[in-house]
């Protein structure tokens, strides 16, 4: 934030050598995203709404956040909860009105904080009236040219145009019936059958979207989360994939026919016109799930969007060499292009990392978690909170996830009839989605809905009993307690001229300690062992994840040093 006391490079400094401005807000922001469904519910339906947001913006200023993400809000008919899209201009009922987000956003505004939305530009839902004038229109025409329409192979038409499967499984491909009432073209959703994919390389789909991005930084939102920001572009070929190694299917060629096309930075590049437009650094963050931090960093930098979010640093393992890597590839990647970094480490797409991190043995590929031991829940909280000062302490802006300020882990066990993710269908039953990190949140009393909604109401997937003991009430003033720990850090964060934006050094350690210093006499050192290591050099100890051992960092605990 206003954190200015670095010796950095790239744009920040460029920007201080002429003099004229601070360092703009976003590039050491901590913004929290908010899955609206499940934040808190004013009206007792069950669902998350912008009435409980609203009297539970006083938590997020309190808690220390810059901002708050939301994940979408429109108007839909909510097979994805909510990324399929039937009205860009407007929000669902179930979360309340234009009017409410208008004054929300004024809210959030006079409590300090800034509000990002979530816009899904790869895909409308199929009730998205575009979609419903290009089915009623049929072949060939203009309707239809703002998706992908195609017909089928084999001789009647009967097979899909290609060999692309659907992210949630199944074919990628859905066959309509044409007006005349018999099986027609088939059309493209790299989702759900009901999110059908936008044809990028049409006019009238650049222009609206354009137009969608002026209507809400006019209504004064400060930010745009942008959904499948590696997706846009496709080969308009529509080549059928081919088998690789372990049976994945991959591109024939060097280039993927639907993912991190080249021309997708063409398309944010006009972006960054429309936002630039506007007063008051408006900011981009672009969810590009992409082959590593070289990668990541061609969406950012002058011109182009200004922040992405970092998945391989969501997806490492706990292990020292691991982040190591990867926070070193970032720093260098994204200084490169004057881009800050981003860290995270939980989303609603992803197991949270209580549950990640609480296991001996685990691996990520991409979003997806594969556990290979019994979770301990100590273990993960202890590694949460050591994750928690790594990450605070990164140059750049953070992004958290509503509940982890709790140590909320995975609800792994859900009942199996209140699953609503399509993963869960559409894989046959055998993968049971992300419904397990978006349980709503407990904030007070001793038994469900846990303040979440009135008592009596029944949120939309039930809540652990366990969790009693981790609602916001339970947690406040306990000084032993995550939320007590994120508070601290946030509160540390903001005051010190080290932490936010800038640089970082490494200083040496033994192996399985990671230790970095920041300037001006900032010091973070995390054990990854399972025993303690002296702590490095210190005047004193600012913040510890867990208690020490005297000069000793046990196993799996940060401190953050004054040096
Ligand atoms: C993004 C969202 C995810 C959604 C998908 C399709 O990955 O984060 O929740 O299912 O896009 O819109």
């Known amino acids: 934030m206003d954190n200015l006391g670095e010796t950095a490079d790239g744009a920040q400094q460029n920007e201080r050598d002429a003099g004229t401005r601070a360092a703009p807000w976003w590039r050491g922001a901590v913004v929290y995203q908010v899955y609206l469904r499940s934040f808190a519910d004013g009206d007792g339906d069950g669902v998350g709404d912008i009435a409980g947001l609203r009297a539970r913006l006083p938590y997020l200023r309190d808690l220390g956040a810059d901002a708050i993400w939301l994940n979408p809000w429109y108007p839909s008919p909510m097979v994805d909860g909510g990324y399929d899209v039937s009205d860009y201009r407007d929000i669902a009922p179930v979360f309340g009105t234009l009017a409410a987000a208008d004054a929300l956003i004024g809210e959030a505004h006079e409590q300090g904080l800034r509000v990002l939305i979530d816009l899904v530009p790869n895909h409308t839902s199929d009730r998205h009236p575009w979609f419903q004038a290009a089915l009623a229109a049929g072949p060939g025409s ?107 299917l991959v591109p024939a060629g060097e280039e993927h026919p639907y993912r991190d096309r080249p021309g997708v930075l063409e398309i944010y590049r006009s972006w960054r016109k429309v936002a630039d437009a506007y007063p008051g650094d408006r900011v981009f963050v672009a969810e590009a799930w ?117 140590g909320l882990w995975e609800v792994e066990d859900l009942p199996e009839e209140v699953l609503q993710d399509p993963r869960w269908e559409w ?49 406040a003033r306990d000084p032993g307690s995550m939320l007590e720990l994120y508070r601290a850090a946030l509160r540390m964060r903001r005051s010190h001229p080290a932490l936010g934006d800038g640089t970082l050094r490494w200083l040496g350690s033994p192996a399985d300690v990671l230790v970095f210093a920041r300037d001006p006499g900032f010091c973070c050192a995390v054990n990854f062992s399972a025993g303690p290591v002296p702590l490095p050099a210190h005047e004193q100890v600012l913040l510890a994840s867990g208690p020490l051992d005297g000069d000793r960092l046990p196993g799996d605990t940060a401190a953050w040093l004054r040096i």
Request: glycine fraction near 12%; proline fraction near 11%; aromatic fraction near 12%.
């Open 427 to 475: 894989s046959g039953h055998t993968d049971r989605g992300r419904d397990g990190c978006r349980v709503p949140l407990p904030w007070s009393g001793s038994a469900p809905p846990f303040g979440f909604g009135p008592d009596g109401s029944r949120p939309w997937l039930p809540q652990p009993p366990e969790w009693r003991d981790y609602t916001a009430e339970a947690q």
């Open 142 to 248: 203009p309707e239809r040219e703002r998706y992908w329409f195609r017909r089928g192979r084999g001789e009647a038409g009967e097979l899909p145009p290609n060999n692309w499967e659907s992210a949630f499984g199944g074919p990628a491909w859905t066959r309509v019936t044409e007006p005349d009432g018999r099986p027609g073209e088939w059309y493209l959703h790299l989702y759900a059958p009901e999110q059908p994919d936008l044809n990028w390389g049409n006019g009238e789909v650049r222009a609206e979207f354009e137009s969608i991005l002026r209507f809400w930084f006019d209504r004064g939102i400060d930010g745009i989360r942008i959904d499948v920001a590696h997706g846009l572009d496709k080969d308009p070929a529509l080549p059928d994939l081919v088998s690789g190694p372990g049976g994945a």
């Open 290 to 406: 992409v082959d590593g931090p070289q990668r990541v960093a061609r969406y950012v930098g002058p011109g182009c969007l200004h922040t992405a979010f970092n998945f391989p640093f969501l997806t490492c393992p706990w292990s020292p060499r691991g982040f190591r890597e990867v926070i070193g590839e970032s720093l260098a990647a994204l200084h490169a292009v004057g881009a800050p970094a981003t860290w995270v480490l939980s989303n609603h797409d992803c197991v949270r990392h209580v549950s990640r991190y609480g296991r001996a043995r685990a691996r990520m590929d991409g979003p997806h978690f594969h556990p290979e031991s019994p979770f301990d829940l100590q273990l993960g909280t202890r590694r949460a909170r050591a994750a928690a000062l790594l990450m605070l302490a990164l140059p750049g802006g953070a992004y958290l996830y509503q509940g982890e300020e709790l």
